[in-house]
């Protein structure tokens, strides 16, 4: 069974700094999807990011990027110029590339992201 | 409204009671999804459905039951309710069965079993 870790309960940053929150998985398959969530205190889940295992670049989408280690099973997400409503709860979850088995992700258990003004 | 939406949002029942959580969706999509979050914890799925009428368990389903008559509702029942079952329940939805599909998520529902 596949298994995510976030070693990382909470993580604090200034404004306008940067912060990385990490990931990790355990898997014995070599395609699948990884996704960084953030959880507002809204409770609401909201996509932030994704990649492809099978893809070497790394994903980005604005000020959110990752650093994919395949090889060392290593998904860090990084949040450049922190802004305060990048404060949430962050989860990683991992994702098989098997049609019959969509959407059966494997989340870690989250990381509280403070932001400083 | 356009969207997942679920009912009722916050819910105090007692131990051994039928609980009955709602999901609706607005999208069509085939794939719909129910996850708990137990506090300080990730997501788990508990039950899943590629399509009206076809459900199958996912990682944690004892105590529950789903059905799927129609393809924009996937309600979830706690036949008797234990404590061990409060949690802030979640519900989703995704396009089709590809598993590079982003997962829409409802707003949650607060579940309390005293």
């Known amino acids: 069974a596949q298994t995510v870790t976030q070693s990382q309960p909470e993580m604090s940053v200034q404004e306008a700094e940067t912060v990385t929150l990490s990931c990790t998985y355990d898997t014995s398959e070599s395609d699948y999807y990884l996704f960084w969530y953030k959880q507002p205190p809204s409770r609401q889940m909201i996509l932030v990011i994704r990649q492809e295992a099978y893809k070497q670049q790394n994903a980005t989408e604005n000020r959110f990027s990752v650093n994919f280690q395949k090889a060392a099973k290593s998904f860090s997400l990084k949040i450049s110029d922190s802004q305060l409503g990048d404060a949430a709860m962050y989860f990683c979850a991992y994702r098989r590339r098997v049609n019959t088995n969509a959407g059966k992700s494997t989340f870690g258990d989250g990381t509280t992201l403070t932001v400083k003004p | 409204d356009a969207g997942i939406t679920q009912s009722p949002r916050y819910k105090i029942t007692e131990t051994g009671r039928q609980v009955t959580l709602m999901c609706h969706q607005t999208?069509?999509?085939?794939?719909m999804f129910w996850y708990r979050q137990d506090l300080g914890h990730g997501l788990r799925l508990i039950y899943y459905s590629a399509a009206a009428d076809i459900t199958d368990k996912g990682e944690v389903p004892d105590g529950y039951v789903v059905s799927r008559s129609k393809t924009e509702n996937f309600p979830l029942t706690l036949e008797s309710a234990t404590r061990s079952q409060t949690s802030v329940y979640f519900c989703?939805?995704?396009?089709?069965?590809?598993?590079?599909?982003?997962?829409?998520f409802g707003p949650g529902t607060r579940l309390t079993v005293l």
């Open positions: 989703a939805s995704s396009e089709s069965f590809h598993s590079y599909n982003e997962q829409f």
């Open positions: 999208w069509s999509h085939s794939y």
